[in-house]
């Protein structure tokens, strides 16, 4: 195992009616709150007046950023940089999904950038201490209310880039299930292929003795494809729910994958499909990473046995064989709760696969397994049709 620092200083808030915490939690912040929302779900279920409602018990003002869209866009983050300077806001309370969330810290990060906020993204300009983050979770996926990363999508360059730095963790996140329980079922099940594939990143990677790790990204796995039936039958299990939650932000909140290589080759090959497709982003992965696994299995085989034998229970001698049918399984286990895996299936064809390929590699070959080049990930793009 690789030597490591881990220090994540999110405080988490769980558990069922936690909402109620928000308006203390944020006190501790300041005065002037910018809520960052999306497109009106959190009006729907009736958490939008609720978290007002905490807020001014409390006396604090609110300003607000609505209308974030999933593949979150600049132009709404440099709108929000703005309002954050003419009303001089103290805390960016996002109450979302990552859109959301990520919207609120490329917020926070263009703030304190003297340039256009995209610099930080495109040419990877340093990003500085900044105001705080608070977060009030309502979909369990990206794990971004528990780490430093964020992803936004330029719609004129068809581009979507991640940036990641230690000033953008949020402070808080209040992690509900309760607001978890009205996502639609499509939406649920791609949040779940995201949380899945942030094991897959951490686990396929050619650290072999990260024993404790890869035992505990083995656990998540498990338990997310035991529950996901669950919320299949009914979607309002809570306890299922609160089960996915939090399988969803220890899947990306650092601890399964310190002292590990990593890979991340298929979540910027997926950035480059919904760049460019606008597709939401479970949905790419579960569709790229089968044919990654099939790319690379070659090079880790033990590591493919392992997912087949402590993950799906498939027996067998041969590691190399076991692997493939745990890929194969895989895929049965997307198609059966109606996730496609195929390019075709959601309306692309190979029109752009080289600008795909082109845009995935733009900083240099990506991942770890194996360093793919443009030509190996227009072949993987080819795979996937
Ligand atoms: O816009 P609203 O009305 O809020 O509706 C959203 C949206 O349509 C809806 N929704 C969310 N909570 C709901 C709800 N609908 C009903 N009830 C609720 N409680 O769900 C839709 C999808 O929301 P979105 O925030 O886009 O989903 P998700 O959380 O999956 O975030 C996806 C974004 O995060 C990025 C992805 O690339 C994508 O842009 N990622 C961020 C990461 C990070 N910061 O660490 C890592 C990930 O790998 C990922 O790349
Ligand atoms: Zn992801």
Redesign the pocket.
């Known amino acids: 195992m690789r030597n490591f620092v881990f220090h994540n200083p999110t405080k988490i808030i769980f558990g069922v009616d936690t909402t109620e915490e928000v308006g203390k939690e944020s006190k501790n912040y300041g005065k002037r709150i910018l809520l960052v ?6 009006k ?2 009736g ?1 939008y007046d609720r978290v007002v409602k905490l807020l001014k018990e409390e006396g604090l003002e609110i300003f607000e950023l609505e209308g ?5 866009r600049v132009d709404l983050v440099r709108k929000g940089i703005n309002m954050v300077r003419e009303n001089n806001i103290d805390l960016l309370l996002a109450v ?7 919207t609120a ?1 490329a917020i926070a990060a263009g703030l304190t950038y003297e340039g256009d906020v995209w610099d930080l993204f495109k040419y990877r300009k340093p990003i500085k201490p900044t105001i705080p983050i608070g977060v009030v979770l ?2 369990a ?4 209310e528990m ?1 430093g ?5 330029n719609l004129e360059t068809q581009e ?1 880039l ?1 940036i990641s730095s230690p000033y953008i963790y949020p402070k808080f996140s209040i992690l509900d299930p309760k ?6 079922l499509n ?1 649920t099940l ?2 779940i292929v ?1 949380i899945l ?2 094991v897959f990143e951490q686990y396929f990677d050619r650290v072999d003795d990260a024993i404790l790790q890869d035992r505990f990204a083995e656990a998540i796995m498990k338990t997310v494809i035991e529950t996901t039936p669950k919320i299949i039958k009914n979607p309002e299990d809570l306890n299922a729910r609160t089960t996915i939650l939090w399988c969803g932000t220890n899947a ?1 909140n650092g601890i399964i994958g310190v002292g590990k290589e990593q890979d991340w080759a298929t ?1 910027a090959i ?2 480059a499909i ?1 760049a460019i497709y606008d597709i ?3 949905l790419g992965l579960a569709i790229v990473f089968p044919h990654w696994m099939k790319y690379v299995s070659d090079v880790i085989p033990h590591k493919f046995a392992n997912f087949a034998r402590n993950v799906w229970g498939i027996t067998g001698d041969d590691d190399f064989e076991v692997g493939l049918k745990s890929i194969e399984r895989l895929i049965d286990f997307y198609e059966s709760i109606g996730v496609p895996t195929k390019l075709s299936k959601v309306g692309i064809n190979d029109e752009k696969l080289e600008e795909m390929a082109e845009k995935a590699t733009q900083f240099g070959p990506i991942g770890n397994t194996k360093k793919l080049a443009k030509e190996d990930v227009y072949k993987i793009l080819q795979m996937c049709l």
Do not use: F, M, R, W
Not at 68 to 72: E, F, R, T
Not at 149 to 153: G, R
Not at 179 to 184: F, I, K, L, Y
């Open positions: 929302i999306g497109q009106g779900s959190v729907k279920i958490l974030v869209k999933p593949n979150p979302g999904g990552g859109s959301v969330i990520d810290k309502t979909l996926a990206t794990g971004s780490n990363n964020a992803v936004i999508s979507k991640a607001n978890t329980a009205s996502v639609p939406h791609y949040g995201d594939s942030h990306l979540h997926e950035h919904s939401p982003h479970g």
